[in-house]
């Protein structure tokens, strides 16, 4: 019997899929996990009071409507509409395989994330994960959470310290700056486009043109801008309203209401504005508040919102090849270079630097100056200065004319009168991430300049130069910007004035490069329990301190420090080093998931790092030249930016 009910189920479950379009049934095969956020819920009914925090205005914390009602309408509406459907936490957000077994993640209201959790979503969705934001989300850091009597800082911009940056480390899916939120009375969401797929779906379902959406009185709405150039297309617009409290900001038709986003090989819809009010659920359920789950009685258009979610949802799940590659691109430049002894008896350095973000990605990070002797050690007191943000738009007609995208200061450093006669380096480098942010893997130079400072006998000034390239590295030799600058950045020597690009890289080089790349130093307290190097060896102190990272493990109770390096090794010692995540459907053909680093792997081809060989295989046993090693750490710092 229980065999027959079986096939029963089956075959009513084939007939319902063949009785659906190609495109409803491919959806109802996704597996969708709708976000319930106990922390959004829980902020949602906090009060706390107003005041002041180091000079900022904190307004007072209100009881806001249940979150908990809004994710609950989600999951019955794309319930009712036949897509496969399940409940999700937070702790499903705190791991990137928790969140890689779905198709598509939908997050309704959710307001409070940590900064991992925000990571994890990022790296999902650039590996190819869908994602529905209905009314944006994570604005407030869930590490904030405000206590009882006490003022809600959570919101408050000191922790992501610009604008620009207003979902931390997940801004650049989003494609967009936070321009402003703004209040509208009398308010009409329709679509200007008519091209986008979701709007002909919606649209071919209801059989009109138009898809329209009112609401009687007041409403917040959360305006964004994408940047130019970006993959960001508004498909619903701000199309009408009677008034609002930003008019300065504000105009009829210009802001999208939501978004369309390409982000690696993952698609977005992002909403600005309060869609589950207009729709209505009539199922019964476990409604908070004493609510229900009809629409608000001062909305029109829920056969409107239903179609736009249900195509959302679609467009997000469907299989496709778009792609929009991650261009973490900064270029950084100093001129006006002199440097003189002073009336002071001081020797005196200025100069200008400029940097510019020409991606498609913000940046944020530190600008760092400093003069090196022959020994690497640093001479007189560096110059350093946190820029919060720079835009992913390198035109100056952009968003509310506020965005950044270029950074530019004179700076000057002092150092000793007696500076000894010789040739010193001056390194400006750039350190990627947020200034709060202390894991080794979160703050790291990403791109560098070097010049030669040169002080001759006899003279009060010094003669500024070009750094030159190992001689032996050349424009023709396949890597030569990725070996120019890691040896700015300082994180390849070379050795006896060459750097041998077609070497083997020898395991405890490659661990020192990471180190160098992670801004580590190897600690002489490290210690590593291998039969073949003891406390004092060369490169003793490197290897402990790489094996307590996680950038090396021993090998049949050997370190095997002076044996090339494999590409399987270095495909674990990029990963474990930098904390990288990424999955991927594709499988090299001699990287069977039974092989030990084959999760490392794959997470290198999912970030862009390495795309194997044409014949799709990896080669896992094949020894790293160095200069196969300077383009993997070249691309993991771009790739790992934050």
């Not at 659906?20 to 976000?35: D, F, M, N, R, W």
């Not at 409070?112 to 990571?119: A, I």
């Not at 950084?332 to 510019?356: C, E, H, M, R």
């Not at 530190?366 to 350093?384: M, Q, S, Y």
């Amino acid at each position: 019997m229980k065999k027959l009910y079986t096939l029963l189920i089956l075959t009513c479950g084939f007939i319902l899929l063949a009785a659906l379009s190609p495109a409803q049934a491919e959806a109802a095969t996704k597996k969708i996990g709708v976000i319930f956020s106990e922390s959004s819920e829980k902020y949602a009914n906090t009060i706390h009071p107003g005041g002041k925090h180091e000079g900022q205005t904190v307004s007072p914390k209100v009881d806001y409507s249940s979150t908990y009602n809004k994710e609950l309408k989600a999951f019955l509406l794309y319930q009712q509409q036949g897509f496969n459907v399940e409940k999700i936490y937070e702790k499903d957000l705190n791991n990137l395989d928790s969140l890689s077994q779905y198709d598509a993640i939908v997050f309704a209201y959710t307001v409070m994330m940590n900064h991992q959790q925000r990571e994890n979503v990022k790296m999902y969705v650039r590996n190819g994960g869908g994602a529905i934001f209905a009314f944006q989300t994570a604005r407030n850091e869930s590490a904030k959470f405000p206590k009882t009597n006490q003022m809600d800082l959570s919101p408050l911009i000191y922790d992501v310290d610009s604008w620009v940056m207003e979902w931390d480390n997940l801004t650049e899916v989003f494609n967009a700056r936070f321009i402003d939120d703004v209040m509208l009375a009398n308010s009409t969401v329709s679509n200007k486009n008519t091209a986008h797929p979701i709007i002909q779906n919606a649209t071919k379902d209801l059989g009109k043109n138009t898809l329209k959406l009112q609401k009687s009185d007041s409403e917040w709405i959360e305006v964004i801008k994408p940047w130019q150039g970006g993959n960001a297309t508004p498909i619903l617009f701000f199309s009408n309203y009677d008034s609002t409290d930003k008019p300065q900001t504000m105009k009829k038709n210009e802001f999208g209401a939501a978004h369309a986003i390409q982000y690696g090989k993952g698609r977005v819809v992002q909403i600005g504005f309060k869609i589950y009010d207009y729709i209505n659920i009539t199922t019964k359920e476990d409604w908070q508040d004493g609510e229900n789950g009809f629409a608000f009685s001062t909305t029109q258009g829920d056969e409107d919102a239903q179609a736009f979610m249900k195509h959302s949802l679609n467009w997000v799940v469907e299989n496709h090849k778009d792609y929009a590659p991650r261009k973490y691109n900064l270029s950084l430049n100093t001129d006006g270079v002199q440097s003189y002894i002073a009336p002071s008896g001081q020797f005196v350095f200025y100069s200008n630097v400029t940097i510019k973000n020409n991606g498609n990605v913000p940046a944020r990070g530190t600008l760092k100056v400093e003069i090196l002797d022959a020994n690497g050690n640093v001479v007189g007191k560096g110059h350093e200065r946190y820029i919060p943000g720079l835009a992913a738009d390198t035109t100056t007609d952009n968003a509310d004319k506020k965005d950044i995208s270029t950074h530019s200061e004179k700076y000057q450093i002092f150092m000793p009168g007696n500076l000894a006669i010789g040739t010193y380096t001056i390194r400006t480098s750039f350190i990627e991430g947020r200034d709060d942010r202390k894991n080794a893997d979160e703050k790291f130079a990403t791109v560098a300049e070097i010049k030669t400072l040169s002080r001759v006998k006899g003279s009060n000034k010094a003669v500024i130069g070009i750094a030159p390239l190992f001689p032996d590295v050349t424009i023709s030799g396949g890597a030569y910007y990725d070996i120019k600058n890691l040896q700015a950045l300082g994180i390849i020597k070379g050795s006896s004035g060459k750097f041998n690009p077609q070497a083997n890289l020898t395991r405890v080089q490659a661990t020192e490069m990471i180190l160098r790349a992670l801004g580590i130093a190897a600690s002489e307290s490290a210690t590593l329990n291998a039969s073949d190097i003891k406390a004092g060896d060369y490169g003793y102190a490197v290897l402990a301190t790489g094996a307590r990272y996680g950038i090396l493990a021993l090998e049949n109770d050997k370190i095997n420090a002076h044996q090339p390096m494999t590409r399987a090794d270095m495909a674990r010692a990029l990963v474990s080093g930098f904390k990288l995540q990424g999955f991927t459907s594709n499988t090299f053909t001699d990287v069977p998931t039974t092989h030990t680093y084959y999760k490392d792997i794959q997470a290198l081809y999912a970030l862009g790092i390495t795309t194997g060989y044409s014949d799709n295989t990896f080669k896992p046993t094949n020894t790293v030249t160095r200069q196969n090693f300077a383009q993997f750490v070249n691309r993991t710092l771009y790739a790992n930016s934050k």
